[in-house]
T-cell receptor, first 115, second 113 residues
């Protein structure tokens, strides 16, 4: 059973460009979470999705950021018009169910660098 | 929302000694407290977790204790080994949003051979 997959692992963008980060959850998992990790900081919750539904996007900036988890295919975190402050590691996690006590399995992360 | 504080930020121990990391949380109704280990450049991995109806849990050389009254929980690593060197994160899930892990800032543990 493959773990959570993310691609690309490293992404370099210039200011103003768009970044698309992909996450394929573990087989059998229908819940996906995105977290952002700034250098030497803990992970910060961004958004929680189920298939075709955004459940909670309270941690995501209101502008430039969007997320989706279509019926088919991976979950996508999209950042438009990137700025240097968007440079971070973005991790997605998945779980078979939601709720406290259900382990979230993390992917290897995408390290975004904005020049 | 939930606020998790973690101490110390760095910890250096001699191989074979014990390491203790402490976390406090703000939401008294939080009910799930996982600990993740993250090696340099790699994904966070769950190493142990505890639920609010349990005071202590042990798994080989690692143990976690929870004090609900004081709203703090701790990770204990005994007989440390070089492969224990990593960043450790505690987390808590707040009431009403129990999927939303709130992480501490992390503790960088270095085990000296």
């Amino acid at each position: 059973n493959a773990g959570v997959m993310q691609n690309p692992r490293h992404l370099v963008r210039r200011r103003g460009q768009e970044a698309r980060l992909r996450c394929s959850p573990m087989k059998g998992h229908s819940h996906v979470y995105w977290y952002r990790q700034l250098p030497e900081e803990g992970l910060k919750f961004m958004v929680y999705l189920q298939k075709e539904n955004i459940i909670d996007e309270s941690g995501m900036p209101k502008e430039r950021f969007s997320a989706e988890f279509p019926k088919e295919g991976p979950s996508i975190l999209r950042i438009q018009q990137v700025v240097r402050g968007d440079s971070a590691a973005y991790f997605c996690a998945s779980s078979p169910q939601s709720g406290g006590g259900n382990e979230q399995f993390f992917g290897p992360g995408t390290r975004l660098t904005v020049l | 929302g939930e606020n998790v504080e973690q101490h110390p930020s760095t910890l250096s121990v001699q191989e074979g000694d014990s390491a203790v990391i402490k976390c406090t949380y703000s939401d008294s109704a939080s009910n799930y407290f996982p600990w993740y280990k993250q090696e340099l450049g790699k994904r966070p991995q769950l190493i142990i977790d505890i639920r609010s109806n349990v005071g202590e849990k042990k798994d080989q050389r690692i143990a976690v204790t929870l004090n609900k009254t004081a709203k703090h929980f701790s990770l204990h690593i005994t007989e440390t080994q070089p492969e224990d060197s990593a960043v450790y994160f505690c987390a808590a899930t707040p009431t009403g949003n129990d999927y939303k892990l709130s992480f501490g800032a992390g503790t960088t543990v270095t085990v000296r051979a």
